[in-house]
């Protein structure tokens, strides 16, 4: 069953601008990963943040996870147009199994 | 990084017919790799996971008599859909996983039953 919660369901900006997406879940977890899929084509590893982590950073991304409120965010700075893809943000339990969200369609417009 | 290939890429197939889907990881050894259905605009669900030399585990509501998984070997696992129907086209994707937690995926293969 889909966990992952994400919204919003699309967004579109403007090239330059930063792009912010959220994930809620709903059980316990070891770790939440982002993903990147480009149209009909595989996921694209993001990032992992553990469940003892609250913000990581890799090049122009950045996620927070708030344990609490069962919620993560990514944020993309500076946004180009290769970065139109969906975002999947997955969440991992003891049985080490991935549960995604529903995504979020990103198109940065030139 | 890791290398995940999936074969075909894409496929065609009569309603009745059987399909079978091979995903590998080309430079690593994969303990347990999953399989996944993606319909569109929608997100991938798993279908079920496969350790080498074991049976898989099918996720509830997934008929393992009509989605046959075989993981052969350590860089091997193949999916064969039996008596495919036109529901059961959609976008198959595969995942390797060596032992940290980062699952590695295939390009994803492209099913229409016609």
């Known amino acids: 069953s889909q966990q992952g919660e994400e919204d919003p369901q699309a967004l579109s900006i403007q090239e330059g601008e930063n792009a912010t997406m959220n994930c809620s879940y709903k059980?316990?977890?070891?770790?939440l990963q982002w993903y990147r899929q480009n149209s009909g084509r595989g996921l694209v590893h993001l990032i992992l943040i553990r469940s003892n982590e609250r913000e990581k950073h890799s090049g122009r991304l950045r996620v927070t996870l708030d344990t609490s409120k069962k919620s993560s965010s990514l944020l993309i700075t500076a946004s180009r147009a290769a970065d139109t893809a969906s975002y999947f943000c997955?969440?991992?339990?003891?049985?080490?199994?991935?549960?995604f969200g529903q995504g979020t369609r990103l198109t940065i417009n030139p | 990084g890791a290398v995940v290939s999936q074969h075909p890429s894409w496929v065609i197939c009569k309603s009745g017919t059987s399909v079978k889907i091979e995903c590998r990881s080309l430079d690593f050894q994969a303990t347990t790799m999953f399989w996944y259905r993606q319909f569109p605009k929608q997100s991938l669900m798993l279908m079920a996971t496969?350790?080498?030399?074991?049976?898989?585990?099918?996720e509830q509501g997934v008929e393992k008599d009509k989605f046959l998984i075989n993981h052969a070997s350590l860089t091997l696992s193949t999916l064969t859909v039996t008596s495919a129907h036109p529901e059961d086209s959609s976008f198959y994707i595969c995942?390797?996983?060596?032992?940290?937690?980062?699952?590695?995926f295939g390009p994803g293969t492209r099913l229409t039953v016609l």
């Open positions: 496969s350790n080498e030399g074991s049976k898989a585990t099918y």
């Open positions: 995942s390797a996983r060596e032992t940290s937690s980062t699952q590695y």
């Open positions: 059980t316990s977890i070891n770790n």
């Open positions: 997955a969440t991992e339990n003891g049985a080490q199994k991935l549960v």
